[in-house]
């Protein structure tokens, strides 16, 4: 008897002990899933770093108001992108992250010095102002003044344009009449995707972006700007309701043609290079306005080509609109830019007097 009892009393401490191994260990292994990950956020203005924040994966931040206070300046919010797309934009009352990342503030100068610059839009398609404008391409007086946003009075250095688009239409704003701090699609604060949509990053980013207009109507465009701070610089556009032009003014061909001359060059930028900086020039087929190049390209790639006249910019160019025949059609797919399917040697041929681009591979 007092054997088995012996059994029976060592089998329950056995068990007794495996239960407390295993509650013990589940705990530690409870534990361990419960700890949670620490991550840092790095707080920036432009290039310039104000500080860091430590944090816990997926709990909000605290300790960061510090870096909203800089004298003279506004603060805007924080944004994900350094380009403080509107997209982009965190409220840290209520945003977590569940990795370290990094935030840009946005910061509006107090005292905005004057904006002497003049402003205007250009691009091609059916609108008689961007048609004639051809890219910002050499113009008389009377074509630049048509695309000129002017002064609205109403705040500094805002400046507004209202004008009929319809689709297919593409167009920036730039100033002075020159391309350096080009403003394109990303430097709209909000957009409506049923009525414009991006062009595609030519220089790498959306604030470069042709605005392709999706539909037509009577638009007004306003820009704000801070002449020393670009990433100010904002875009807003409304639709005010149909086109007003005529069916006559919007099937006229644009008066403005380009005339392809012995000064004539075509060239051709793409992914290859992750900002579009490599611009390679096409050869001349003898005695014709036909320009070709052969090109080893990976996957995916996209291209597009341009129409020089003496060495400079005429502001044209070519992308998958210009690709018209079936053969060609079949090696790229369906994109903005001219994208190959698969990689391999291809050779692409412009015909300067139709402006569209011929694929073999």
């Known amino acids: 008897m007092k054997k088995t009892l012996k059994k029976v009393f060592s089998v329950i401490l056995a068990t007794s002990v495996m239960m407390c191994v295993c509650a013990c260990g589940g705990q530690k292994d409870a534990a361990k899933e419960t700890k949670k990950e620490e991550i840092v956020v790095t707080f920036m203005n432009g290039d310039n770093k104000l500080g860091e924040v430590n944090g816990i994966a997926g709990e909000k931040l605290t300790g960061y108001e510090k870096y909203e ?71 008389e007086d009377d074509v630049k003044a048509s695309c000129e946003l002017k002064a609205t009075g109403k705040a500094t250095n805002e400046f507004s344009i209202t004008v009929n688009l319809y689709e297919g239409d593409q167009f920036q704003v730039i100033h002075d009449w020159a391309w350096d701090g080009q403003k394109g699609y990303g430097c709209f604060t909000s957009i409506d995707d049923t009525q414009m949509a991006n062009g595609g990053g030519l220089g790498g980013s959306d604030t470069t972006s042709n ?54 060059g075509i060239t051709v930028k793409g992914s290859w290079v992750s900002d579009w900086s490599d611009i390679k ?33 005429t502001g044209l160019g070519m992308n998958s609109t210009a690709v018209v025949d079936d053969a060609s059609k079949a090696l790229i797919e369906d994109a903005y830019n001219i994208k190959v399917i698969n990689a391999g040697t291809y050779t692409f041929t412009v015909d300067a007097d139709t402006m569209t681009v011929e694929v073999s591979k």
Do not use: H
């Open 281 to 313: 020039e096409l050869t001349r087929q003898t005695g014709t306005n036909k320009f070709s190049i052969t090109m080893d390209l990976e996957a995916g790639i996209e291209l597009y080509f341009m129409v020089y006249d003496n060495g400079e910019d």
């Open 211 to 264: 605005v392709n207009v999706v539909m037509d109507g009577n638009y007004t465009i306003t820009l704000t700007t801070d002449p020393d701070n670009e990433l100010q610089d904002t875009l807003s556009i409304v639709r005010n309701g149909d086109a007003t032009a005529t069916e006559e003014e919007k099937t006229t061909e644009p008066e403005t043609k380009y005339t392809v001359s012995e000064a004539t």
């Open 69 to 139: 206070n800089i004298q003279d300046f506004e603060f805007l919010g924080w944004y994900e992108t350094p380009t403080l797309l509107e997209t982009s934009k965190k409220d840290l009352s209520s945003a977590t992250f569940d990795a370290s990342t990094t935030l840009y503030g946005s910061f509006k100068s107090t005292k905005v010095a004057e904006d002497s610059r003049k402003w205007y839009i250009v691009g091609t398609g059916t609108c008689p102002e961007l048609a004639a404008s051809n890219w910002a391409s050499d113009v």
